[in-house]
């Protein structure tokens, strides 16, 4: 494992207004990408102009851009019915907001990962992968795309030719398919660092992941993520990447 690297991503930028929401200030100097809330399931203007700076002043952090759907009060967790025209069009308003403010800093966006139930609902629907994949063809074709590992997400960016993610999770339980547990089951959500470390060193090393069923399940990890957001996601954090480090994983930008 000596020469092994990976990414460590997280979920930010998720205040707005006079809500506070997770540990942006620790989190952003432990992790290798951020991805930061547009406006619509989570942040506001100043939120963003915020965790821009601070992902600056880390000098080590790429930056991405995480759409969600216009569902403040569900924090973006909740499915909408939406055309191919309507998605497309909130991933541009989305991507190009985050943009101009990473620009006007001195940044340009890394990659992009849909949030909560716009990311969940590609795990079925082939052909909203596609469209969330064509519309950040069409705004930066060197973006990257992140997504579920060996899902469609991923393999609908890989057919239009952009640099794709495969995204695993520290803090989330795996149904046998490789999609992850709905949140509305009980285990759906790892609490324990150390299981949480030791699960993801599987993925990496022998590119399995047990499920909550208790099958190995193939999987392919280019880029871990620690919700940013969760109780205990600064713990996590901290404890992934000490054990990352101490079996040899370097922690870099995807």
């Known amino acids: 494992m000596a020469n092994l690297t990976i990414d460590l991503n997280a979920d930010l930028g998720e205040s707005y207004g006079n ?136 393999k609908a960016g890989e057919s239009i030719g952009l640099q794709v993610v495969h995204e695993v999770f520290a803090d989330r339980a795996y149904e046998d398919d490789g999609t992850l547990v709905s949140r509305s089951k009980e285990g759906a959500m790892i609490t324990d660092s150390h299981i949480a470390a030791e699960r993801v060193l599987r993925m990496i090393n022998e590119g399995k992941v047990e499920s909550i069923n208790g099958q190995d399940v193939d999987i392919q990890a280019d880029s871990i993520c620690v919700h940013g957001d969760g109780a205990k996601a600064l713990e996590f954090v901290k404890e992934i990447k000490k054990q990352l480090e101490e079996k040899g994983v370097s922690i870099k930008t995807m």
Do not use: W
């Open 19 to 154: 809500y506070k929401i997770g540990n942006d200030q620790e989190i952003i100097p432990l992790i290798s990408s951020a991805n930061v809330a547009c406006g619509f399931h989570a942040g506001d203007p100043s939120v963003m102009i915020e965790t821009v700076k601070r992902i600056k002043e880390s000098g080590t952090t790429g930056l991405g851009a995480h759409p969600g759907y216009l569902d403040l009060m569900g924090f973006g967790r909740r499915y909408m019915k939406l055309s191919d025209d309507e998605v497309h069009a909130i991933i541009l308003y989305q991507l190009s907001a985050l943009d101009g403010i990473a620009k006007t800093y001195g940044l340009s966006l890394n990659h992009v990962k849909p949030h909560g139930a716009l990311y969940n609902a590609t795990f079925s629907d082939k052909q909203l992968a596609k469209v969330i994949a064509e519309a950040v063809k069409d705004y930066n074709p060197n973006l990257k795309l992140m997504g579920l590992a060996n899902n469609n997400l991923v």
